[in-house]
T-cell receptor, first 111, second 113 residues
Framework: SQKIEQNSEALNIQEGKTATLTCNYT??????LQWYRQDPGRGPVFLLL?????KEKRKERLKVTFDTTLKQSLFHITASQPADSATYLC??????????FGTGTRLKVLA | EAEVAQSPRYKITEKSQAVAFWCDPI?????LYWYRQILGQGPELLVQ????????DSQLPKDRFSAERLKGVDSTLKIQPAELGDSAMYLC???????????FGPGTRLTVT
């Protein structure tokens, strides 16, 4: 079955460092990948979308890559801050706009 | 800034009772989604509407769940009867037709006792 996998273990990093989160997909060829941020008790907030023909997308301190050979997307936060602490969700769609979400990775940025 | 509205924010109900959730998407958004999110997991799609039509409800437990979007604007998700395993966050999201990003509401936290 189609699967989106994210590292379920929490990621702790020091303030100022770059956080890198991984999203792998199997039995699937998504046309789009999205990344969302979710704070406890709140709905996800859209961050970035990348298409299968794009290798990289940037927005301020955020960068996402899409490697169709490795079946993987990487999400980077540069110069991380404690305010970046949250759960980050990866979501993929084959183009019908039905999205499959990963379980999310919890990021904690230590001051 | 336009937001997706959901109510109630919290709901406690006893098993076998009926419960309903309401969602008002961002004005002009043709696509509306209902998701269920269990703590520690990602959102799972229950039903997707394009205007008033159901596009996908393959993961909706149709023996107890129903959803409607009669005029293609706001939507209601109903559970009858509720079971203990239905305890979760129910999220509504909307998007412009042809666009990818989804805008989520604050969710309804359901507890079934």
């Amino acid at each position: 079955s189609q699967k989106i996998e994210q590292n379920s273990e929490a990621l702790n990093i020091q303030e100022g460092k770059t956080a890198t989160l991984t999203c792998n997909y199997t039995n699937y060829s998504p046309a789009y990948l999205q990344w969302y941020r979710q704070d406890p008790g709140r709905g996800p907030v859209f961050l970035l979308l990348i298409r299968e023909n794009e290798k990289e997308k940037r927005k301020e301190r955020l960068k996402v890559t899409f490697d169709t050979t490795l079946k993987q997307s990487l999400f980077h936060i540069t110069a991380s801050q404690p305010a970046d602490s949250a759960t980050y969700l990866c979501a993929a769609t084959s183009g019908t706009y039905k999205y499959i979400f990963g379980t999310g990775t919890r990021l904690k940025v230590l001051a | 800034e336009a937001e997706v509205a959901q109510s109630p924010r919290y709901k406690i109900t006893e098993k076998s009772q009926a419960v309903a959730f309401w969602c008002d998407p961002i004005s002009g958004h043709a696509t509306l989604y209902w998701y269920r999110q269990i703590l520690g997991q990602g959102p799972e799609l229950l039903v997707q509407f394009q205007d008033e039509s159901v596009v996908d409800d393959s993961q909706l437990p149709k023996d107890r769940f129903s959803a409607e979007r009669l005029k293609g604007v706001d939507s209601t998700l109903k559970i009858q009867p509720a079971e203990l395993g239905d305890s979760a966050m129910y999220l509504c999201a909307s998007s412009l037709a042809g666009q990818g990003e989804q805008y989520f509401g604050p969710g309804t936290r359901l507890t079934v006792t």
